[in-house]
């Protein structure tokens, strides 16, 4: 699967995980099947924010209100594994649902895309999608 997102989207999530070197940031992907048309930042609540994020509860909801009311579909998020590579790592699999939502994880090579597969059986697998930066 291809997903297009904007050289300037990819460039803010770039500039606010560069911008915390120490922290993983989050936020959503918004947009439909195949591109990603803007992003919504959110606050990482975790307890322990150098290696977990969890998403502020009031931005995801507020997202998926607005999408209900024909705003943006909510299709993924984003984080960034500061010091790791941008592959889900086991904890981002345990908190994962075999939903074909996208992962975009961000680290210092970079960004790649992931899609949340499986089933409720085996579990969650990630399989990489082509990101398309223009």
């Given amino acids: 699967m291809k997903v297009h997102i904007s050289s300037h989207l990819m460039e803010q999530i770039m500039a606010m995980a560069r911008a915390s070197p120490d922290a993983e940031i989050c936020g959503l992907l918004m947009g439909s099947v195949g591109a990603i048309d803007t992003i919504v930042p959110a606050a990482n609540v975790a307890t322990a924010p150098a290696r ?18 024909g705003g943006a579909a909510v299709i993924g998020h984003y984080h960034s ?4 590579h941008a592959v889900p790592s086991r904890t981002d699999a345990s908190c994962a649902r075999s939903d074909g939502s996208l992962w975009m994880i961000v680290a210092q090579e970079g960004a790649r895309l992931w899609i949340a597969q499986g089933d409720e059986n085996e579990g ?11």
């Fill in 81 to 84: 594994h500061p010091s790791g």
């Fill in 52 to 69: 977990h994020f969890e998403l502020d509860p009031a931005v995801l909801l507020a997202a998926h209100r607005a999408a209900r009311q």
């Fill in 124 to 134: 969650v697998a990630f399989v990489e999608a082509l990101l398309d930066i223009r």
